[in-house]
C-alpha cells in the first residue's frame, strides 16, 4: 500500500509540526473547527454552483444529506421532499 508523497520539504515539514506541537489545545481545536466552517462553505458554494435556483434552506437540506448521509438525515429531518 502505497502512502501519498509530501511535498514539503523536511525542514519545513519539522517547523509544522514544531508549531503544531506548541500549540494549546484550544488552538488546535480552533483551527480544526475554521477548516471544518471553510469546507463546509466551499462544499455550499459547489451546490449552488450545481443547483443554481434552489433556496438556502435548500442548499442547506442538501448538503445536510450529503455531509449525514440519509439514515441520519432522516431521523434528523424527517421526511422533506426539497433537497
Known sequence: MAIHEN???KEISDIQHDLYRSMSPA?????L???YHTGRILAMAGIRMLRP???E???RRIWARQHLGE???SEVYGNVRNG
Not at 488552538?27 to 483551527?31: A, D, H, N, V, Y
Open 7 to 9: 511535498d514539503t520539504p
Open 27 to 31: 488552538k488546535k481545536i480552533t483551527l
Open 33 to 35: 473547527f475554521d477548516a
Open 53 to 55: 435556483t434552489a433556496t
Open 57 to 59: 434552506a435548500e442548499i
Open 71 to 73: 439514515k441520519l438525515f
